[in-house]
Nanobody, 112 residues
Framework: VQLVESGGGLVQPGGSLTISCATSGFTFSNYFMAWYRQAPGKAREFVASISVSDQTAYSNSVKGRFAISRDNAENTMYLQMNSLNPEDTAIYYC???????WGQGTQVTVSS
């Protein structure tokens, strides 16, 4: 099982960024997926999730600004992040619920 995040980087406050999670080693379309993040000195926290039927859920801190999606043909999950602010700075991890596997993370830094 492999989960590989990509697309992180430095973005200005108010900007947008889309990160990806490419997966392999399991039947992606059969599994509930999620994004988590961990800011410096803080615990890892839930960001968003997407079910096998594309039902989504978001933490209150990102609701209305972030959008989670999945492409079962490409075995890839995405997180589109809009209206970013410095409090969104963190390492973002993708997680496969059921397989209990994490990616290595991608750094997102929001700063002017």
């Amino acid at each position: 099982v492999q989960l590989v995040e990509s697309g992180g980087g430095l973005v200005q406050p108010g900007g947008s960024l889309t990160i990806s999670c490419a997966t392999s080693g399991f039947t992606f379309s059969n599994y509930f997926m999620a994004w988590y993040r961990q800011a410096p000195g803080k615990a890892r926290e839930f960001v968003a999730s997407i079910s096998v039927s594309d039902q989504t859920a978001y933490s209150n801190s990102v609701k209305g600004r972030f959008a989670i999606s999945r492409d079962n043909a490409e075995n890839t999950m995405y997180l589109q992040m809009n209206s970013l602010n410095p409090e969104d700075t963190a390492i973002y991890y993708c997680y496969c619920i059921g397989v209990d596997s994490w990616g290595q993370g991608t750094q997102v830094t929001v700063s002017s």
